[in-house]
């Protein structure tokens, strides 16, 4: 099962940016889906972002225009930038990797919070 090392989450005004980074353990060509995703107290987990390695995107509508997930195959590493941060996009995000038939493998996840 690849490994997955995110980093970058914080405390962050309204209106503020952060850039999380998910990192793997193998190449990140082998790798059919990496997403984030995230989740609140009481919530269920939700996808944020995704990208396949061909390099197709999918956002929730949420964070369309303030998202924006990107990929560094050199450094096998997936980035998230978050722009205009609002309350709401407070939760643990989770880097998610997938390549199917096998299962998903999960970051540790990193705290994001959203408050002034």
């Known amino acids: 099962q690849v490994q997955l090392v995110e980093s970058g989450g914080g405390l962050v005004q309204p209106g503020g940016s952060l850039r999380l980074s998910c990192t793997t353990s193998?190449?990140?060509?082998?790798?059919?889906?990496m997403a984030w995703y995230r989740q609140a107290p009481g919530n269920q987990r939700e996808l944020v972002a995704a990208m396949t390695v061909g390099g197709s995107t999918n956002y929730r509508d949420s964070v369309k225009g303030r998202f924006t997930i990107s990929r560094d195959n050199a450094n096998n590493t997936v980035y998230l930038q978050m722009s205009s941060l609002k309350p709401e996009d407070t939760a643990v995000y989770y880097c998610?990797?997938?390549?199917?038939?096998?299962?998903?493998?999960w970051g540790q996840g990193t705290q994001v919070t959203v408050s002034s």
């Open positions: 193998t190449n990140i060509f082998s790798i059919y889906v």
């Open positions: 998610r990797a997938q390549s199917p038939p096998g299962p998903p493998s």
